[in-house]
T-cell receptor, first 113, second 114 residues
Framework: GENVEQHPSTLSVQEGDSAVIKCTYS??????FPWYKQELGKRPQLIID?????GEKKDQRIAVTLNKTAKHFSLHITETQPEDSAVYFC????????????FGTGTRLTIIP | DGGITQSPKYLFRKEGQNVTLSCEQN?????MYWYRQDPGQGLRLIYY???????QKGDIAEGYSVSREKKESFPLTVTSAQKNPTAFYLC?????????????FGEGSRLTVL
């Protein structure tokens, strides 16, 4: 089955700096890579996702890059703000079947004002 | 206001008791899921249902049971057979049962076994 590793487990950055969270996966059949953000005491919410036919996707201050050869994908947050403080989860899975998604262990990101 | 509602938010249970967590959605989604979240671990799938009156075991189904009698409801029962039930439980739904896409989560239920 799929195995997803996520690093780092905790990350602190100064407000305005960039943050990068990395995930690796094991199953070459995985084609769908979402990122979820969970603020303290709140529900996880999808912030961005990428499919294997795309190498990079951007949405304002967040971007995700995918390297299928190396089996890793990363979340980049630029110009970080206090509201970016949260736990971020990556996941990997096939194009069909949310039930087949495997989640990473999460990264707690803290933005230092 | 559309979304997923989980109840109760906090629940305490004595060992040996069964407990049922409620999950209701008004998004008209076909697929619903139950995940367990433990500190330092990713979300792990307990059960999922792609259509009414049908459900499948996920990766950690032992000690849990579900039902899907209505499209909008997917309750989870944590039975006394679950060896380590203290955890945070998340319910989710999605539009397309056969595809992959956004999971819409509830706010979770925290179960503590005393």
């Amino acid at each position: 089955g799929e195995n997803v590793e996520q690093h780092p487990s905790t990350l602190s950055v100064q407000e305005g700096d960039s943050a990068v969270i990395k995930c690796t996966y094991s199953d070459s059949a995985s084609n769908y890579f979402p990122w979820y953000k969970q603020e303290l005491g709140k529900r996880p919410q999808l912030i961005i996702d990428i499919r294997s036919n795309v190498g990079e996707k951007k949405d304002q201050r967040i971007a995700v890059t995918l390297n299928k050869t190396a089996k890793h994908f990363s979340l980049h947050i630029t110009e970080t703000q206090p509201e970016d403080s949260a736990v971020y989860f990556c996941a990997a899975g096939p194009n069909f079947g949310n039930e087949k998604l495997t989640f990473g262990t999460g990264t707690r990101l803290t933005i230092i004002p | 206001d559309g979304g997923i509602t989980q109840s109760p938010k906090y629940l305490f249970r004595k060992e040996g008791q069964n407990v049922t967590l409620s999950c209701e959605q008004n998004l008209n989604h076909d697929a619903m899921y139950w995940y367990r979240q433990d500190p330092g671990q990713g979300l792990r799938l307990i059960y999922y249902s792609q259509i009414v009156n049908d459900f499948q075991k996920g990766d950690i189904a032992e000690g849990y049971s579900v039902s899907r009698e209505k499209k909008e409801s997917f309750p989870l029962t944590v039975t006394s057979a679950q060896k380590n039930p203290t955890a945070f439980y998340l319910c989710a739904s999605s539009i397309a049962p056969a595809g992959t896409g956004e999971l819409f989560f509830g706010e979770g239920s925290r179960l503590t076994v005393l």
